[in-house]
Nanobody, 117 residues
Framework: QVQLVESGGGLVQAGGSLRLSCAASGDTFNVYAMGWFRQAPGKEREFVAVITWSGGNPYYGDSVKGRFTISRDNAKNMVYLQMNNLKPEDTAVYYC??????????WGQGTQVTVSS
């Protein structure tokens, strides 16, 4: 099993920044990628960013390109999401996901990000 714990969410004014962290523990081998998704009230879960575990290649959703940066620390089994120039539409619960390919994917419990206008 894999356990994921997110942290770093909170309330910030538009234009501000937050840094989310996700700590992975348990069966953290054969990891293909880790990433972030978000879900706003009444909306479907949306892809935010993902980073491949071995090559460190990042990919971003269109709505966050140029504002968010994903990074990882393989030694600590951590993934981070630096969020700059936050907008009210970024308000959502942010979920961390760990992908082990055909073995399976795992989700964290989520952390709330609220951006006030």
């Amino acid at each position: 099993q894999v356990q994921l714990v997110e942290s770093g969410g909170g309330l910030v004014q538009a234009g501000g920044s937050l840094r989310l962290s996700c700590a992975a523990s348990g069966d953290t081998f054969n990891v293909y990628a880790m990433g972030w998704f978000r879900q706003a009230p009444g909306k479907e879960r949306e892809f935010v960013a993902v980073i491949t575990w071995s090559g460190g290649n990042p990919y971003y959703g269109d709505s966050v390109k140029g504002r968010f940066t994903i990074s990882r620390d393989n030694a600590k089994n951590m993934v981070y999401l630096q969020m700059n120039n936050l907008k009210p539409e970024d308000t959502a619960v942010y979920y961390c996901r760990l992908d082990r390919g055909i073995i399976g994917s795992y989700w964290g419990q989520g952390t709330q990000v609220t951006v006030s206008s």
